[in-house]
């Protein structure tokens, strides 16, 4: 799977669990550490981590699986997929972190075939 597919695939399977504000980030230009930046928002702790798990097992079974996940227990957890780092957060840490605002010369990756408004 090329990182497009890889990402494409997570955020089809964030969109299907209802995540909020579902953002891709094209990294490449700004940073050594991965090409893809997805940041999405659970409405709980407990959806975000619904979320994480969700990716996590539905990459599994395409054969994907993560390098390393960090923060299970708090309410940003990030899943890297080497070129692609998921980061699902809590609304609340989300606007704390502000992830888009320091990534904010990225190229924001075009996922609107993939994801439904609500």
Request: net charge negative.
């Amino acid at each position: 799977m090329t990182e497009l597919e890889v990402l494409r695939e997570i955020v089809k399977v964030l969109d299907k669990k209802k995540a909020k504000d579902i953002k891709a980030l094209e990294i490449t230009e700004h940073s050594i550490v991965a090409d893809y930046f997805i940041i999405c928002s659970g409405t709980s702790n407990t959806h975000v981590k619904s979320l994480a798990d969700e990716v996590e097992f539905e990459m599994k079974e395409k054969g994907v699986e993560p390098y390393h996940i960090e923060g299970k227990a708090t309410g940003w957890i990030l899943l890297d997929y080497n070129s692609v780092l998921v980061h699902v957060f809590t609304g609340e840490t989300r606007e704390y972190y502000n992830l888009e605002r320091l990534w904010q010369d990225a190229k924001e990756v075009d996922i609107s075939d993939i994801v439904t408004e609500e």
